[in-house]
């Protein structure tokens, strides 16, 4: 039996699908990304990477039913077992989730519930707090809101900015991601 598949969703930089990617033991294969963004840079890295992209451009669909029911079309002509979000800012709809839930998973620079939205890291800074983090979850309908698999504390010193926070921050997301993968496409 050959490795399970996954696809990575992501709307921009990619410095979490280059880790998934480049992970020298992640037990399974990138086979798409899902892209929603033109111009997005992780669009050349997965092309430098050869994982197949799939460009969807929201503003091409009349609704975002039709917008995922190209996506779920995708995702089982590819034969896709996992579905990983990396930065991917958008709302999963319920006709990917009907099929999906239990096999999308989210990472999240905060730790949730703490946190949650589009800008985890600013909202953090910016609240004064001495401690944030990474947390890993499954997928559900609420923004940044389902169980979760894995969570690491990011400790916020008083020297910080918000860029040397960010460093730090997606330093553990690039460590975490790849070996939480790793052990749940095993345990299937
Ligand atoms: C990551 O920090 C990820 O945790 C965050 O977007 C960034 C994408 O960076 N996701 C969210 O905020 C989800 N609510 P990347 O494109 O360099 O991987």
């Given at each position: ?183 749940l496409v095993s345990r299937t």
């Open positions: 039996m050959g490795n399970a598949k996954a696809a990575v969703f992501a709307s921009g930089t990619g410095s979490n699908f280059k880790a998934i990617v480049e992970s020298p033991s992640l037990a399974c294969d990138i086979a798409l990304l899902v892209c929603d963004q033109p111009t997005a840079p992780v669009i050349d890295l997965a092309r430098q990477h050869g994982v197949p992209v799939l460009l969807v451009d929201p503003r091409d669909y009349p609704s975002k039913a039709a917008f995922e029911t190209v996506i779920l079309q995708k995702l089982a002509d590819d034969h896709v077992d996992w579905i990983f979000l990396a930065g991917y800012m958008r709302l999963i709809g319920p006709v990917l989730l009907n099929e999906w839930e239990g096999r999308i998973i989210n990472i999240h620079p905060s730790l949730l519930p703490a946190f949650p939205g589009k800008d985890g890291i600013g909202d953090a800074f910016r609240a004064g707090v001495t401690e944030t983090g990474v947390t890993i979850h499954y997928v559900d309908q609420g923004v940044d809101t389902g169980a979760i698999i894995a969570q690491e504390a990011v400790q916020i010193f008083p020297d910080d900015t918000q860029d040397t926070l960010k460093k730090r921050i997606q330093a553990v997301e690039h460590r975490l991601y790849p070996k939480v993968i790793h052990q």
